[in-house]
């Protein structure tokens, strides 16, 4: 048996151990997908706001996240440094509040086995997918940290039956905890019953005297049996806290997600929880899957071959068969773990349920850190109960001897030793997958570029297909994406310089398409035929729509035009003396691009021009 220093030095050199190979996920990692939303949302609205902090983001509510996401924005914009900072403290904290949690949950048992929960938290795949993605982390991490602080939280009243000195501070601290859990990740309501379970399933072995009552205290009151009315009386003012903090949120919900919009199936959600299940978290038991593949833009996928899923149910039977007879209530623990497991995956899988959804979407095992959390709950539990007793010669149950209460320490490090050892295995390769995601270098790229030219005037554009598609619109747009970055150019819809950023993130020049063309005016650059309001006939009609307009032109002195398309608003474009080229973005259709002198004296001559989309010169030709 370990002494309780030495106990915490092994679980301070596995948190440490953890935190260094977190680290270096981090460091190795970058922005994606639903990071650049985040950030183009900050660029784009004050994040102090309602329009900001209440925006419903795919169904989720997470106003504290996007308040994260947007001091880390103006902090360092579009730098990984900051996001990698705040996954690794909030990490930290998480790992600590687990490892708080198995302790009083374990009480006086704490051993090896309390030291196997805690390894199973740290080094099980099933939490690394949503670390090494920022704004899954963001919803995922603080619902691990407060969901281990305010079960320990629960079971400390319960044993108590509630007369701890401190029990206010411990209501109030957890009610906290718990909004704050909620600000981040709607999904963290599921705290509330898993810690009223944990609650019931802790006190059930507990002698019927409350450790801080007296002896008359017990004369006068008698202390109920049933581990339920335990739980519930022992802990009455948090479960009340909790459950008006738990109904609130709900309605706020409702009131400002969009989570039940699109389309949903429910034999779709069936099949894609029953995928979670079988493909995601039976073999991360034995530190599984082993193969990742990334599918480009899509997150990695875990992929593990049918002996390894088939060894992962083997071993789920062993150890359910193991916990039930050997540890007394073991099974009650095991259902609530298996029911959660499933439970817990519908949310999210309904909520993505549509008839196109790839399964797939469930090996990517983003939904399942709340469950490796709930795992080491049941492991702390099992390995807390009573040992199951015999019966001596009189009938009566006797206590199983010490030796046989618990595995042996070296088994137990042996096998941790193993399916950590899986699990390295399994991190190498889905830190691997992510190597050919280009968002990092192109981001690097564009930064760089943007204040190599930060003197000219730009036309937005997309973020390459490959880096956030369009329906992110409009927060696929450079304008949002590096909105708050200082040294970059403008962004406007006139300039006589067209640059664009390519699909690596570099300037390159750019043209416009030739969806239409502008025939060349009649007059010359002696001879400017527009002194006055004018159309450039184009060859052919144009759809209502945001063209890009690309006309040369020859003017008289410098001052300004005004250009416009019908149906659409005029745009004043400053033009210099002498023979240049202008670019305009005009929203409109019609069969000419109208032009007005607005600058007295003014007149010009046009030659020809294009009407299309902005792309590279060398595509364009």
């Known amino acids: 048996m370990l002494s309780r220093g030495r106990l915490w030095w092994v679980a301070l050199a596995l948190i440490t151990a953890q935190l260094v190979i977190r680290g270096w996920l981090a460091a190795t990692g970058n922005f994606y997908w639903d990071d650049l939303v985040l950030i183009g949302r900050a660029s784009s609205h004050p994040i102090l706001s309602w329009d900001y902090l209440g925006h419903s983001h795919d169904g989720h509510f997470m106003p504290a996240a996007f308040l994260v996401a947007g001091v880390s924005t103006v902090i360092a914009p579009v730098n990984w440094i900051v996001p990698a ?59 691990q940290a ?43 309501l599921f705290i509330l019953p898993v810690a009223f379970a944990a609650a019931v399933l802790a006190v059930r072995f507990d ?14 009151r008698p202390v109920p049996d049933s581990p339920l009315i335990r739980a519930f009386t022992g802990a009455r003012a948090l479960w009340v806290s909790t459950a008006v903090i738990f109904a609130v949120w709900v309605v706020v919900f ?34 599984g ?63 993505r349920s549509s008839a196109n959804t790839a399964l797939e979407l469930a090996q990517t095992m983003r939904y399942l850190p709340d469950t490796a959390v ?61 190597r050919d995601d280009p968002t990092g270098d192109y981001l690097a790229n564009a930064k760089r570029a943007l204040a190599q030219n930060r003197d000219i005037t730009m036309f937005d554009q997309s973020l390459p297909l490959e880096v956030l598609l369009p329906v992110a619109y409009p927060n696929n747009q450079i304008s949002h994406t590096f909105g708050r970055v200082t040294e970059r150019p403008r962004f406007g819809v006139t300039t006589d310089r067209l640059q664009v950023l390519d699909n690596s993130g570099n ?45 040369s032109y020859c003017a008289n002195s410098g001052g300004e035009i005004e250009v416009s398309l019908d149906g659409g608003r005029a745009v004043r474009v400053p033009v210099q003396a002498g023979l240049h080229v202008l670019y305009v973005q005009l929203e409109g259709r019609g069969r000419a691009v109208a032009i007005r002198p607005v600058t007295d004296g003014l007149a010009l001559h046009t030659g020809e021009g294009r009407v299309g989309e902005v792309a590279e010169a060398r595509l364009v030709g």
């Open 207 to 220: 002698s019927a005297r409350p450790q801080s009552a007296s002896a008359d205290d017990e004369i006068d």
């Open 254 to 287: 409702f009131s400002v997600s969009d989570a039940t919009a699109g389309q949903h199936s429910i034999a779709q959600t069936a099949r894609l929880v029953w995928r979670s299940i079988n493909d995601a978290v039976i073999p991360s038991l034995i530190g």
């Open 289 to 351: 899957p082993w193969e990742w593949e990334r599918w480009v833009p899509s997150p990695p996928m875990g992929f593990p071959p049918v002996w390894m899923i088939v060894l992962g149910w083997v071993v789920a039977a062993l150890l359910v068969g193991w916990a039930v007879t050997r540890r007394r209530g073991a099974a009650a623990v095991v259902i609530c773990a298996a029911v959660y497991a499933v439970v817990a995956q519908i949310p999210a899988m309904w909520n």
């Open 507 to 551: 300037m390159v020049p750019g043209a416009v398409t030739p969806a239409r063309t502008i025939r060349p005016g009649r007059g010359t650059c002696a001879r400017p035929e527009l002194d006055g309001p004018g159309r450039l006939l184009l060859n052919g009609p144009l759809i209502q729509w945001r063209w890009t307009v690309a006309v």
């Open 146 to 188: 407060a969901m281990a602080w305010i079960v320990a939280d629960a079971v400390l009243l319960a044993r108590s039956r509630g007369r701890r000195p401190d029990a206010t501070l411990i209501v109030v601290r957890s009610s906290v905890i718990f909004v704050v859990a909620l600000a981040f990740f709607e999904k963290s």
């Open 374 to 434: 709930v795992f080491t709950i049941a492991i702390a539990l099992i390995v807390a109960a009573p040992a199951t007793s015999t019966k001596d010669a009189a009938g009566r149950h006797a206590g199983t001897p010490e030796r046989s209460r618990g595995a042996h320490p070296v088994g137990v490090v042996l096998v941790a030793a193993l399916a950590i050892a899986s699990a390295m295995i399994s991190l190498v390769s889905f830190a691997d997958s992510w």
């Open 85 to 143: 900072i705040t996954l690794i403290v909030m990490q930290a904290l998480a790992s600590l509040a687990v490892w708080r949690m198995i302790r009083i949950l374990a009480g006086p048992r704490v051993g090896a086995g309390a030291l196997a929960a805690l390894a199973f938290y740290l080094f099980t795949p099933m939490t690394v997918p949503a670390f090494t993605w920022w704004a899954a982390a963001l919803n995922s991490l603080p619902m």
